[in-house]
């Protein structure tokens, strides 16, 4: 008996998706593997730290620029102001690979701006990093929770909360000393900060944010209070963002961030990514490019970003991501606060 197109339809579907997570797990296990080495890294501890920035695989593949139209899981570590800008209701997992700079990043995330009858939109995430582990040997967990409110259809307010937890055990370039290596078996950080965000959109095509991230100034690099802005254009599928960060903590001085980054979906399935950043603390300029597969249930995305001038680092970051909504299993507003 024959099997009716659809059938098969949703059989190849089935199979494509299956091929895709299979090699974006196969590409994750060979990247692990390869960073697993015995030997401390060149590269400057701050490099590979990025400033405590948690990075998606959209953030990662725009370079940063994605302040102003953020959104789902990505809103919830750069501006929680934009989780109230989509209707979605997320699950996602992701990880970054730092190659020279020995860092291994896995996290989760999930957001929701649909079930609140209120429209107060929330989103919970955490991350497991280890850096250096045969130098400095930094390990954190950080966990980030945020609560965003749509003020109209073209004002969103949102407040974040970050938790960390830090520890540092190894030897770093002034040897085994307290300034140097921290403080073995004991946490050098564990505490709390606030984010906030705010974002105008007065048109489809216009976005324009304010970021300011630690904002009760722990006084300290590993949460380094900054000020950022973006201003983006989007029309139809295509956008384009430019975005400034001051830092205010790491560097002796007040150091910035410029970054641009564009994203582009073609044939409703292929997303496409592309992004500039300059670090003017590390004096370095990075280009980023990213693809990624979008479904109606779900999306794979994968993200590299590499120093072009300055210290030389590569950064890979991959994603999946599950949209709750589209199985029509959340419950409605009524139903909720």
């Not at 091929?19 to 390869?34: E, K, P, T, Y």
């Not at 505490?191 to 959109?201: P, Q, V």
Request: aromatic share 10%; glycine share 10%; with cysteine.
């Amino acid at each position: 008996m024959s099997v009716p197109s659809s059938s098969n339809a949703c059989v190849a579907a089935r199979a494509s998706r299956s091929r895709v997570l299979r090699v974006v797990l196969a590409c994750v296990s060979l990247l692990i593997s390869n960073v697993a080495r015995a030997e401390p890294s060149e590269l400057a501890p701050e490099i590979g730290y990025n400033y405590d920035e948690i990075e998606t695989a959209r953030a990662a593949g725009t370079a940063g620029a994605v302040r102003a139209f953020s959104n789902s899981t990505t809103a919830l570590f750069v501006n929680p102001a934009n989780l109230a800008a989509a209707r979605v209701y997320h699950i996602a997992a992701f990880a970054q690979i730092w190659p020279e700079a020995s860092r291994q990043s896995y996290g989760a995330a999930a957001v929701d701006s649909i079930v609140s009858s209120a429209r107060v939109a929330g989103g919970l995430g955490a991350t497991w990093n280890f850096q250096d582990q045969d130098g400095i040997d930094r390990q954190w967990t950080d966990l980030r929770f945020a609560l965003a409110y749509p003020i109209s259809d073209q004002l969103f307010m949102g407040l974040g909360g970050r938790y960390m937890w830090l520890s540092q055990s190894g030897v770093g370039p002034l040897g085994d000393s307290l300034a140097s290596s921290g403080l073995p078996d004991k946490q050098i950080v564990n505490g709390f900060s606030l984010d906030a965000g705010l974002t105008l959109r007065p048109s489809s095509n216009f976005s324009i944010a304010l970021v300011g991230n630690n904002l009760n100034n722990p006084d300290h690099g590993f949460q380094p209070t900054s000020v950022g802005g973006g201003l983006g254009v989007a029309f139809g599928d295509f956008s384009a963002e430019a975005d400034l960060v001051a830092d205010f903590t790491t560097w002796d001085k007040t150091r910035l961030r410029p970054m641009i980054g564009a994203e582009g979906l073609f044939v409703d399935r292929l997303a496409v990514r592309l992004g500039y950043r300059y670090d003017q603390g590390a004096e370095s300029h990075a280009l980023a490019g990213g693809v990624g597969y979008v479904d109606r249930t779900f999306d794979v995305d994968v993200s590299l970003r590499r120093t072009v001038a300055g210290e030389g680092s590569t950064t890979l970051v991959f994603g999946f991501t599950y949209h709750l909504e589209a199985t029509g299993l959340t419950p409605s507003p009524s139903d909720t606060f």
